[in-house]
Structure formats: structure tokens, C-alpha cells
């Protein structure tokens, strides 16, 4: 069974339990995803399944894109994914075949990798949480860094310090999610807690080993 598929992040809500509890939620559209090539052990030194996912008009993609597609015979994809599969399933799975949210159950763990949102150039409270300086008594020092490093010795700043800078916009892994809902239908889950990523966000979902 393929591990993982693709899908895209479109927002968040909340659903209440039989008892009364309300649980924050992410609704995540989870494929169809189209197989557009197989990679295998003797040819490529690994095994895996290359996804397809949101269709893209041909005028959209590179000569070369075009003529990868134009292999499977399934149209142009805006997205392609590789996810890992073991020998004996390789030979279940065809060039074309739709990958659906069939391939997920109620209960499920997951883990979903997404790009986090980018928040441009912050100092040190808004990156890594540092609480500050005084407020009052004619304190300087509010948000600043303060001290960085010693003095005579080593002469240099410790590399991996805390410091201000680029925040966000990185991959980030949201790991152990569980699968509240499968609508197979719509083609969504609906999974408890938070995914990294913006609205309309590429999301990678693998299934717990």
C-alpha cells in the first residue's frame, strides 16, 4: 500500500464530540492523485511511486514536464511527489491508476508535512520566544538581543546562537494527527489539530509506521 499522497490545506474548524467537547480541526483535501510513473529497484537503485496531483493546463509546464506526462496519458499535473513502496506491493500498482482517500481509515495516525507560513525578518522575542527586557526604571534594553557571547575568549560568536532573522517559510512536519473523518465522496479528511502551511497549501501525508 502506498504510505502517503498529496493533498491541499483548506482551512480549519471545529466539531464537538458526543459529549459536549468542541475539537479544533484541519480540512484537507486528499488527492485524486494519479500515478504517473513507477520507479523501480533495477532501473532507478530504489523503489517508489511518482504522484500527480491538482491538473494543470499543458501550456503550463515545460516542454519536458509535457513529455512526462504525456507517458502516463492521464494530463499535466501542477504538483509531483515520490513516495516509497516495498517490492511485493510495487507490481499492485499501475502507470494511470488514481490514488483516492480510500487509502486512509477513521482513527488513523498520520503525519503531514507542509511549508510553514513565512513571517519575514523577526528579533528574538517574536522568534524564539525570549521574554525581554525591563518595561520601566529608564531600562534601554525592551527587545533587544543583549549579550551573544564572551569577551577575550573565544573571541567569536558560539555558532547556532538565537538570534534575529528569517522566521518562517520552512518545512515543518506536524506528526501523530489523527483522522477524525474520511469522505471519500468530497475527497477530504478531516484531521484533529493544526497542519503547518497557509490556506490553499502543498501537504504531503504519510502514514505512521
Given at each position: 500500500?502506498?504510505?502517503?499522497?498529496l493533498?491541499?490545506?483548506?482551512?480549519?474548524?471545529?466539531?464537538?464530540?458526543?459529549?459536549?467537547?468542541?475539537?479544533?480541526?484541519?480540512?484537507?483535501?486528499?488527492?485524486?492523485?494519479?500515478?504517473?510513473?513507477?520507479?523501480?529497484?533495477?532501473?532507478?537503485?530504489?523503489?517508489?511511486?511518482?504522484?500527480?496531483?491538482?491538473?494543470?493546463?499543458?501550456?503550463?509546464?515545460?516542454?519536458?514536464?509535457?513529455g512526462?506526462?504525456?507517458?502516463?496519458?492521464?494530463?499535466?499535473?501542477?504538483?509531483?511527489?515520490?513516495?516509497?513502496?516495498?517490492?511485493?506491493?510495487?507490481?499492485?500498482?499501475?502507470?494511470?491508476?488514481?490514488?483516492?482517500?480510500?487509502?486512509?481509515?477513521?482513527?488513523?495516525?498520520?503525519?503531514?508535512?507542509?511549508?510553514?507560513?513565512?513571517?519575514?525578518?523577526?528579533g528574538?522575542?517574536?522568534?524564539?520566544?525570549?521574554?525581554?527586557?525591563?518595561?520601566?526604571?529608564?531600562?534601554?534594553?525592551?527587545?533587544?538581543?543583549?549579550?551573544?557571547?564572551?569577551?577575550?575568549?573565544?573571541?567569536?560568536?558560539?555558532?547556532g546562537?538565537?538570534?534575529p532573522?528569517?522566521?518562517?517559510?520552512?518545512?515543518?512536519?506536524?506528526?501523530?494527527?489523527?483522522?477524525?473523518?474520511?469522505?471519500?465522496?468530497?475527497?477530504?479528511?478531516?484531521?484533529?489539530?493544526?497542519?503547518?502551511?497557509?490556506?490553499?497549501?502543498?501537504?504531503?501525508?504519510?502514514?505512521?509506521?
Open positions: 500500500m502506498i504510505r502517503g499522497m493533498a491541499r490545506k483548506l482551512g480549519t474548524a471545529r466539531i464537538f464530540s458526543e459529549e459536549g467537547h468542541s475539537i479544533p480541526v484541519t480540512v484537507v483535501e486528499a488527492g485524486p492523485c494519479t500515478i504517473i510513473q513507477k520507479k523501480t529497484r533495477e532501473k532507478d537503485g530504489y523503489n517508489a511511486i511518482q504522484l500527480g496531483f491538482m491538473p494543470q493546463k499543458e501550456r503550463r509546464v515545460t516542454k519536458p514536464e509535457a512526462h506526462f504525456k507517458k502516463a496519458g492521464k494530463g499535466c499535473y501542477r504538483y509531483l511527489r515520490e513516495f516509497s513502496i516495498d517490492d511485493e506491493e510495487l507490481e499492485s500498482y499501475e502507470v494511470g491508476q488514481e490514488v483516492t482517500v480510500e487509502n486512509f481509515e477513521v482513527g488513523e495516525k498520520i503525519d503531514v508535512v507542509g511549508i510553514s507560513k513565512g513571517c519575514g525578518f523577526a528574538v522575542i517574536k522568534r524564539h520566544g525570549f521574554h525581554g527586557g525591563k518595561e520601566t526604571h529608564g531600562s534601554m534594553s525592551h527587545r533587544v538581543v543583549g549579550s551573544i557571547g564572551a569577551s577575550s575568549f573565544p573571541s567569536r560568536v558560539t555558532k546562537k538565537k538570534m532573522g528569517h522566521m518562517g517559510n520552512s518545512r515543518v512536519t506536524a506528526k501523530n494527527l489523527t483522522i477524525l473523518d474520511v469522505r471519500p465522496d468530497e475527497n477530504v479528511l478531516v484531521l484533529k489539530g493544526s497542519v503547518p502551511g497557509s490556506k490553499n497549501g502543498l501537504l504531503l501525508i504519510h502514514k505512521c509506521l
